[in-house]
């Protein structure tokens, strides 16, 4: 708590006081419609709200953290983002959002008029009517009338054209309501052993702004969640609850005022890797464009009704930007929580995005605990509990290439985080992975991809490929075929497959077929089990409606050794 509120007031003797200024990018906020094979997810947004190919996403789950991935394909009104690491396991719903250059939002220039060019009249024809003139049927006179007189003053000609009309405050706009409501539900059969399971989600999203006629925004995220299994030796089970994601007042954080204040149930704001929290968040903005601010509430736990009042935490952040364009940021953050009273965690976050122009782009996040001589199982002092480090290159023809290094362990916790673990696995378990990602496009219609990475873990270590081709125009107008193979090598196990996928995008449709063949080797088995085969064919339908329906449907079959199932699902939301 102590070194939290001195490194807060550290960072407030530093910063310059001022007014609030805008920057060269713009956030877009997005949702997952879906989740594909092969570490990809469908978004719903797309080149309509300014995505481009090669633009980088980051989601935001609600446990905190947050996940990174790039758009390989974009559509009018979705994209398909393809994840950094492929084995990132994102649920449908998921928040996100998108840094895009302003630019691309400004209006194309509007040429200047030219004035037709009046030849001059030939000799002789000095007085003669049009017809003599042209040689051909007499044309209407131009209407002569007096220039137009300038009554803005005071406006410049290399100024916007709505330079001086005054802008609306947000206290002064009429109320607005904007949102989305969705339905979700999936039904699984599996066999040898009977087995099924229904899940049915009913939600809604919404966001009243000025609904006071205070300029604020009132923020509103909850769902009905209703499972149900049935198993052959073992009672049937059925969970229903009501689960509230978020209901805050948000007051502040524009234009007009520098200072930020959000009250209630939210994903922090100024650093979402802290999660969600029951309480208050304060943040300002300096003329600078730097930030700084701090939040006091409680935890509540990543569990299906977020129960809360168990862990009470204090955070502060400060984010630095070298200029308005923001195009280098450098973001902190520390937060310490207490567990029923007692001392928990004490986390740090460190964070830095430099994205300068037509060269390579670095992003990294870092997740550093720290210990004292209670905890158990890892002792005291530093340790580095989660990193992502990405260098990213966006070629001008559409080419890429990333490097990317990932870095997972456990942290020590008396909060209900994660699922019971024990002192080994807290101090042994970690999992660390370097890898290298390429996009080439040959022409139009034919682009190639591949990764490469190595890896380790506390059992084992070992590298893993992937490479594949992505042909446009196949078989069908806008028919897209994608061949992958992959393989995965490590010291007791080896796992290797193909993976081909046909579909087509047409408008505001959409629809995909995959077929999956993986082998698993594993080593030490018994002979007749050694090598076990999988097989999945998943197909997946979008549509989306211009009056902001959006609708995906899916049915997948998996056949695993000796074991099968069935999957069938839909997800469908409606933007308002």
Known sequence: MLRALLLLIALLCLAPRGLAQGGAFERVTLRVNSVEAGGRVVIDRGRSDGLREGDRVLFLPRSGGSFHGNVVQVEDRTAIVQ????????????????????????????PPRVKPHKDPQPPGTEGGTNAEVTGGAEQEPSTEHPEWENRDEEWLPDMPLLAQMKPLRPDQRSALVSGRTYVFGDATWASPNTRSDFFFRLGADARFENAFRKGGVLNLDFELNQRSTQLDDQPDENLGDFRLDRASYVQGGHRYSPSRLELGRFLQH???????????????????????????GFMPEPNRQLESGHDFQVSSFFRWVQDQTERLAVSTGVQKSWHDGTPDRELYVAKFDYVPEDTWHYHGTAFVDYYDGDDTAKGSGLELTQAWLTARRLYADGDSLDFTYRRLLFPELDRNEFLPVTLQQLANDHYDRVAATGWHRIHDELAVHAEAGLWVDEDDEG???????????????DGRLELTGFGTLGAFSAFFGGRATFGQTRGLT????????????????????????????????????????????????????????????????RSF
Do not use: K
């Open 463 to 477: 590298g893993d490929l992937a490479f594949g081709t992505r042909v446009e125009e196949v078989l069908l107008d």
């Open 83 to 110: 994840l950094a690491d492929s084995g990132s396991a994102i649920p449908t719903g998921t928040r996100g959002e998108a840094r895009i250059p302003r630019s691309r939002f400004e209006p194309e220039p509007t």
């Open 270 to 296: 100024g650093m979402p890797e802290f999660g969600l929290v029951d309480g208050i968040e304060y943040a300002w903005r300096l003329d600078n464009g730097n930030s700084f601010g701090g939040s006091a």
């Open 510 to 573: 959409g629809w995909n077929l995959t077929y999956e063949l993986a082998v698993n080797d594993v080593a030490d088995f018994a002979e007749n089990a050694d090598i076990i085969l999988q097989h999945l064919v998943r197909g997946t339908y979008r549509l989306t409606t211009r009056s902001g329906w959006n609708l995906s449907l899916f049915a997948e079959s998996l056949a695993y050794d000796r074991e099968d199932s069935w999957s069938v699902g839909f997800y469908t939301q």
